[in-house]
């Protein structure tokens, strides 16, 4: 596939009124609302880093491209991309900035909006349309590289992808810290965190969690710290000042992404991060069976897979019980990710039904044939 | 069907205006709007017909809901600091905004502030800087410059290397579109799905409407700060060693390049900084964070500048020179005002490996059409700043500085770089917006700025030159009048000081 191919989809499309179903890899297919469409693109055999000057930390790939490939070939001049979203990393970059997944080392690192400079698209008329550029500062013209992220494929089909990368850190460690005593104790000990440390990343995991990553019977916080030896050190010296940290395999970020797998439903909650935290401890230590629930304080967001170990498990009841979240002032903001498909109509049937996102849609696709009801209409 | 003279209309419209502002706050004498007539950058006037000054969030509503009913175009305006001459508003009417200054809500556990458009860069700075935290965009202008303006301009600085520039750092507004609607972008509160509206707006150079209060992220100031000045006896070398501490993969709070052309004229100036007047180049590094980490780094750092060439490691003993050094390089375009009558302050981005070349490219243009380029930059993110001061009162210089200037923006463009890394395209650069972008990439902008502003009154003529958008291909004249193809003027006029 490449971009010449896709214009030639779109057009067929265009010319016989038959909408699109848009894909990467398919690793994450059962996310959004359901798709009226009667067609693939694929983009699968789209892959291939295209341009990468390590020097100038920037790399181009095409959009279906899997985060693996993108680490693997980084890591070659010792660089990353600090991007990990949910899921695991055959996932492509183009569906990663489409739906802008993403997971614990956004809190640092940024999202994929953050993360990009610059990417290409063909937008619903079939027209090749480049946005933002190669360097990693640029202004020139309104921003359709953000406006693209996050659009579900709604607006374009998106080719190819200029991204930022980072030097990986000398010393990358990972501690795990039990959160016991009452829920005020453990509310403190998660502000002190909060407050004292610059970790890559910081997540608080439910129970059902952490014993599916054999992590014991208590909610604990994850807690990765990267930088020089000296960052590394001086941090674990802080966070050994607050608790009792003990260190864990790396590898267990990988697990912990992979984890919520087939889940029914995907939630996210996300609220001030003070918010959150009150109420985190006793989120995370209340036993539901089979929803998974984590939390990034520093973003201020709670993820919520349900339904995974007991088929029943109704997303709305477990909503249910975030209801000292959900009120009161400085309100709550709920994105469902994915949802059993009978449910979406009840709980969330649009989020780009207000004038302006309607206007953009019917500019940019103004046959309704790229991932037509995947956001809602 | 008599029409009602341009005068007799504009009397009607400033009655109307002052029944909601109040007579003070608006002007219509030609001779109360010339300070209204440019921005930062020099060379441009425009005249506006009327400046308006609301003083509240309801005035400014009431305001554009006139402009809408009349269907009057109309420029946004913060403090005028702009350097794309974003600001001016050719013979219609300005909204200045400069008196909505209030912080409306400071939340310091959670780390973000409410502000309304006016309020200064560096006010918010000093107001949360108490309190350990920091608003980490920081324009040079940050004296005068408003949030207002750095979001629409997406506004960077010396520290955005690090932090990131003005759309990393805000989470919401309030924004009133052209029509008098008013929405709400983003979430003050959490994250939102849906069309990134916010990442939209910023950026959109006045064009998308009027932002009227914006919820920003602000950053816990660092432990610690280290600031360095490595000097050089060669362009060459600074440039080598500036790509060699980004590829080394340490991500410096801030990586400055100033020339010798430049460090003479700072040191000629009353904000002499103590840089090295034989040098003819320096590096300002600033590295921050914890401060273990941060000695680690500088050790690093320090060793890559020496065995790259440098003559000498300065390292700030304290806040006093820090500040100094700081403030050279804050005020060099200011001081850049000594050399010539006029300045022209350039703004492009180029990879940052392509460092070395384009200034060797630079200074061989700059030999050939016999001007003086001075080079400031946020060397660390590639974004140049190459500004040539000159007299445009002698037509000849005036023409070889025009050439110059559009060689050096060219070379930026085949390095594969960018033609604005941070002051917007304005009306400056509309004419290069061609040579970066398939005319399907300036559809597209046309495309979306027609949903926020249908009918393109709010600050018509700027960004997107008005023949790139396809329903537009059928007006001969777009062409013709639009400044795209018009060399940029460069009118006989002193230069002002610098808004500072
Ligand atoms: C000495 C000097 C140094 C500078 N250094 C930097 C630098 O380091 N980095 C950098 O990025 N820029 C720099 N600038 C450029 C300029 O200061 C920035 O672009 C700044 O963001 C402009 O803010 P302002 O309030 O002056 O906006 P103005 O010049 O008044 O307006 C700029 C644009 O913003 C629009 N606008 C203003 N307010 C609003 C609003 N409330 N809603 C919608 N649109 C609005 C206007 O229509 C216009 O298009 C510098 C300028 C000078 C003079």
Redesign the interface.
Known sequence: MTTEAVVATVHESVDTRTPLRICGNSTWLGAGRPVRADKTLSLQSDSGVTEYVPGDLTLTARAGTSLAEIQHVAKGNDQWLPLDPYGSESGTIGATIATASAGPLSATFGLPRDLLLGLQFVNGSGDVVRAGGKVVKNVAGFDLSRLLTGSWGTLGVITEVTVRLYARPRSDRTFVVPLTGSLVEQASVIQAMYVALSPFALQLLGVTVVRALGLGELPVALVRLGGNEAVVDAQLKALAKITKPGEIESEVWGTLRELEGSAPSVIRISSMPMRMIGTAARILAEEVPGVYTTIDPRRGVMRVAAGIESEGSEIETDVVNFDDLKSGEGSTEIIFEKLPAELWSRVSPSVVADPLSRGIKKAYDPFNILNPGILGD | MTQPSASTQRASVSARLADIVGERHVLSRPSELLVYNSDGLPGYRRQPSIAVFPGSREETIAVVRLLAEEELPFVPRGAGTGLSGGALADDIIVVGLHRLKKILSL?I???RATVEPGVVNLRLNRHVAPLGLLYAPDPSSEAACTIGGNIA??A?GPH?LKY??T??HVHAMTVVLPSG?V?ELG???????????R??F???EG?FGVALDVTVRLTPKPQTVRTLLADFTSVDDAARVT?AI??????PAALEFMDGPTIRVVEDSIYAAGYPRDAEAVLLIELD?????V???LEVVRRICLDGGARNVKVARDDIERAKLWQGRKKAFGAMGRLAPHLIVQDA?????KLPEILQTIHAISEKHGVLVCNVF?AG???LHPNIAYSADNAEESKRVHKAMTEIMNACIDA??????????GLD?MGY?ES???A??????C??????DPGRRSNPGK??PVHSCKEWHGVKSARETSAATVPPPLAAEPSRPVAQ
């Open positions: 939340d556990d959670n780390r301009e997406n960077g955005c990131g520039v759309l990393n609607e929405v979430s003050r509160t959490g994250e939102r799905d849906g069309y990134d509206l990442g939209a910023i950026g959109s064009c790509s980004i590829a080394s993969g340490i991500v964070g914890i401060e273990a980490g000695d680690a780094d981005v180029i990879p940052r490996t946020h993110d590639g974004n594969g770089g960018s033609i604005t890394g941070e002051h917007g395209v650069k917006m970066i972008f398939p399907s990439s300036l559809n597209a902008m495309e979306l700025r027609s949903v926020f960004v997107v």
